[in-house]
């Protein structure tokens, strides 16, 4: 365990260390949630609706896209040599993809938490009546798409090609799911297909515990995404191999 806290250690620092994630974690995401609600004030009766909607549902979109950290932290170039020195050392390979997958949940659930710390007071955005269940249910939710960065890492072995698919489909999936407008207001055929992604279901539990102080969804999305986790985190184990880093 020693020897895992260590290595978790210095993957956060590398995280912490890279402006660009940081940056896009935190300024980024703060900016586009600004600039939506602001845009898209008119379309709603009270203008603070816009920012309630685009803060929850871009929250979502950044928890997702932590899949993105993921694989930055586990293929990038120079930690591929580190990776190299800790796979031949005692720890053994385990830790080397189940590490990564800590510190980019870690990172992420760290940096979005501090976000919506800071943008809810400040645009009198609400996460419902009990914001620590809010809170919470970020967290299973960003160590499943932490380790489906890693798994795909683990699949695919290349870093670009892991890149350009996992942005292909977290993006689609989010489009579909309604994060950056509503589709339920484009015909019978479109809300339809909405509901196959399951980034809807997501934002709907979200709103459902900002807006409507419900729990309905809470333990469903709990349980899924630690499930979700473990089985990602198991066909980790099967794909990894010690030669893609020679």
């Known amino acids: 365990m020693r020897r895992f806290i260590v290595i978790l250690k210095m993957d956060l620092v590398n995280l912490f260390k890279n402006p660009v994630l940081v940056g896009y974690n935190t300024a980024f995401a703060g900016l586009l949630i600004l600039i939506l609600g602001y845009l898209c004030g008119g379309d709603y009766s009270d203008s603070n609706t816009a920012y309630q909607y685009y803060t929850v549902s871009l929250i979502v979109y950044g928890m997702l896209n932590g899949a993105m ?5 586990f293929m990038e170039r120079d930690i591929k040599r580190a990776n190299l020195r800790i796979i031949y050392s005692p720890v053994g390979s385990f830790f080397v993809y189940f590490s990564k997958m800590a510190a980019s949940f ?3 659930y760290i940096l979005h938490t501090m976000l919506l710390l800071i943008l809810c007071p400040l645009l009198h ?5 009990t914001p620590v269940f809010f809170i919470l249910l970020m967290a299973p939710v960003e160590l499943a798409a ?8 683990c699949v695919f072995h290349c870093e670009e090609t892991t890149s350009t698919l996992l942005s292909t489909v ?3 999936l989010c489009f ?3 994060t950056f407008f509503s589709l339920d207001g484009m015909g019978s055929l479109m809300s339809l297909i909405t509901k196959i992604s399951p980034v809807r279901w997501l934002n709907e539990a979200f709103f459902t515990m900002s807006c409507d102080n419900s729990l309905r969804y809470f333990w469903p999305v709990f349980t899924t995404a630690l499930a979700l986790s473990a089985l990602l985190t198991l066909g980790c184990g099967f794909y990894f191999r010690t030669e893609d880093y020679i």
């Not at 950290?69 to 932290?73: D, E």
């Not at 955005?125 to 009546?129: D, E, H, M, R, T």
């Open 69 to 73: 950290t993921a694989s930055n932290c």
């Open 106 to 108: 870690l990172f992420n």
């Open 125 to 129: 955005v609400s996460l419902g009546s």
């Open 146 to 153: 932490s380790a489906f960065g890693i798994f795909f890492c």
């Open 170 to 172: 977290i993006n689609l």
């Open 176 to 178: 579909l799911g309604g």
